[in-house]
């Protein structure tokens, strides 16, 4: 795939891997994942199917198909790009009502685990596992205040504890 679209406000390291990761995509995506979007090249949607249960694992999304949002900064790989579920969002202790996600590796700085290595394939079998090892199809605790309170601003912006590592 090639994309020339939106490439000028990029950084040239950012535009060439996203660029690779558009190609890495083509010809070989993530397992339950396809691409709805990728242009211009900075923001992509991808349809991401519910994980199917396994032995001793609950079929709590099996049948479902969710929509991750992402956009790219010109900063890419070196900071992390915005990642979001578009509405309808999955039910789960870590995923807001909003699309905002808890999850480490989303976020730099003081206790994100972000690193320029991982690619949005990588991402997305993290999120589809994150979603696979689920037991519990609840919403985040204070989950209502949380998506009042930060209203349409990124999740780059929140200031996030991993401390649960269960889900």
């Not at 994100?112 to 605790?141: E, F, H, Q, V, Y």
């Amino acid at each position: 795939m090639q994309y020339a679209a939106q490439t000028s406000a990029l950084s040239p390291v950012a535009a060439r891997r996203i660029q690779s990761e558009l190609n890495d995509w083509a010809r070989n995506p993530p397992e339950g994942c396809c691409l709805e979007s990728c242009e211009p090249m900075t923001h992509w949607v991808v349809l991401m199917a519910g994980p199917e249960g396994t032995a001793g694992m609950p079929r709590l999304y099996e049948g479902e198909t969710f929509r991750l949002n992402i956009k790219f900064t010109e900063r890419y790989p070196l900071e992390p790009p915005e990642v979001t579920f578009l509405t309808p969002t999955p039910v789960h202790p870590h995923i807001y009502s909003n699309g905002h996600i808890c999850l480490d590796i989303l976020y730099d700085g003081q206790n994100g685990g972000w690193s320029p290595a991982l690619t949005i394939n990588k991402l997305c079998l993290s999120l589809r596992s994150m979603l696979a090892s689920n037991t519990d199809k609840r919403r985040p605790p204070g989950d209502l205040d949380y998506c009042q309170r930060v209203g349409g601003r990124s999740p780059k912006l929140t200031r996030w504890n991993f401390d649960d590592d269960k889900v």
